[in-house]
């Protein structure tokens, strides 16, 4: 007797069921034609297409917003993170907030609805929209729905409530929500606090943030002095910087690749590459690792004050270290050595960079910038034989930018 094999295929178990037991033994099928039956083909199963395949492929907001409120109790698309962000995100792209708010609202109201994890999931959702108040107020009744707050939701709450840039909101919510809920700060609070006050330019309120949270008992850490040191590089006000960076290591929070890069950045942007190359040292010595962003931010430094032969060194070390280079450092590479008139080099890492299917300088160079790079190109490699269209891949990705290109080296 033949023998089948069980298939296991996500959803159609209930119908390869029904399928099974429609087709005719081979005894009956056998018995019917001995008897003159006419043998009538059967029509074939369909089977439905899932419900995930529908939600991603469906384009028209009332039928996407259907689809998913149809599917609120099913456990595949409810638990699925990018389901969910992918929907309120077109959504809010069609400017539809009255559907993601009829949809989360209703999804608070279900059994999941009593995991704070979930909840905050809702929270960051609205978030995503910029629906700050639905979500500061799906914070404040998360008792209705049978849920716990802890510090996770309130620094939930706390970062979608950062994008208003509402300074007096913010340090209401601060101040006063826990207390409200006997919910104890943590450093991730800090943190979140001291990234907005950042990126709102108030510096001085930020670093006050951090003096009044370490009054309290919590401890920042390499993070928040982190974020602190860039925002008051950014600001061009070093002196406040460095004694952070001071600060730092006094209270025994020793710097990370990032607060390294942090530094890095500033002394490459002020022309100081050496000092940049010392603190690469450093960073060894120290052993921590320097990463791509570290060696980029170097190679940049020597390569805009001219030292190409520093710029070599440093590369040399990146892949002697046993590093590859990305693509954000073949770019810095080959726009630097272009500058310097070296296009033989160049030329060596634009195909080294192509090999890699890095076509690192396609429309990030001006066509005035991609036509003096390519008459210098073309009279280097004169001898090769290189075809000048084939060279035009280097800087253009489309046929329109190559015959721009073109037009103006001819």
Not at 243 to 261: D, H, Q, R, S
Request: with cysteine; charged share 25%; net charge positive.
């Amino acid at each position: 007797m033949l023998s089948l094999r069980l298939v296991r295929r996500f959803g159609t178990t209930p119908h390869i069921a029904a399928a099974a037991a429609d087709v005719p033994s081979n005894d009956k099928v056998f018995s019917a034609r001995n008897s003159g039956e006419s043998n009538v083909m059967q029509k074939p199963i369909e089977i439905d297409e899932p419900a995930l395949v529908k939600l991603k492929n469906e384009r028209d907001p009332e039928k996407l917003f259907n689809l998913f409120k149809a599917n609120a109790h099913n456990k595949v698309v409810v638990e699925n993170r990018f389901a969910f962000e992918d929907t309120v995100s077109r959504l809010a792209g069609a400017g539809r907030f009255d559907y993601i708010e009829n949809l989360l609202d209703h999804q608070k109201t279900l059994p999941q609805g009593r995991r704070e994890g979930f909840i905050i999931r809702i929270i960051m959702l609205y978030g995503r929209a910029a629906m700050i108040k639905h979500a500061v107020d799906t914070f404040y009744d998360m008792h209705l729905y049978g849920c716990k707050r802890t510090v996770k939701s309130f620094n939930a709450a706390l970062k979608v409530l950062t994008q208003s840039r509402d300074l007096e909101a913010i340090e209401s919510f601060l101040r006063d929500m826990p207390f409200s809920f006997g919910i104890e700060l943590d450093v991730f609070s800090i943190n979140i606090v001291i990234k907005a006050f950042c990126e709102m330019g108030i510096l001085d309120k930020a670093y006050l943030v951090m003096v009044e949270m370490e009054r309290l008992g919590i401890r920042p850490d390499v993070i928040t002095y982190t974020t602190l040191i860039a925002a008051f590089y950014k600001a061009n006000q070093w002196e406040i910087a460095n004694g952070l960076w001071n600060l730092m290591i006094l209270k025994g929070c020793l710097p990370n690749v990032a607060t390294f890069n942090v530094r890095i950045q500033f002394l490459v942007n002020n022309r100081r590459a050496w000092d940049a190359n010392k603190l690469l040292a450093l960073m060894r010595c120290s052993g921590i690792c320097p990463d791509e962003i570290t060696y980029n931010l170097v190679i940049k430094g020597f390569s805009s004050a001219g030292y190409l032969e520093m710029v070599m060194r440093v590369y040399n070390s990146f892949c002697h270290e046993g590093c590859k280079p990305n693509q954000k450092i073949y770019q810095t590479m080959i726009h630097y050595l272009c500058r310097a008139g070296k296009f033989d080099l160049a030329y060596t890492f634009c195909k080294d960079s192509m090999q890699k299917n890095w076509f690192v300088m396609r429309n990030r160079v001006s066509v005035e910038e991609a036509k003096v790079f390519l008459i210098a190109l073309l009279e280097a490699l004169q001898l090769r034989g290189q075809w000048p269209i084939s060279v035009l891949s280097l800087v253009a990705e489309d046929d329109d930018r190559s015959v721009q290109v073109y037009k103006a080296v001819d």
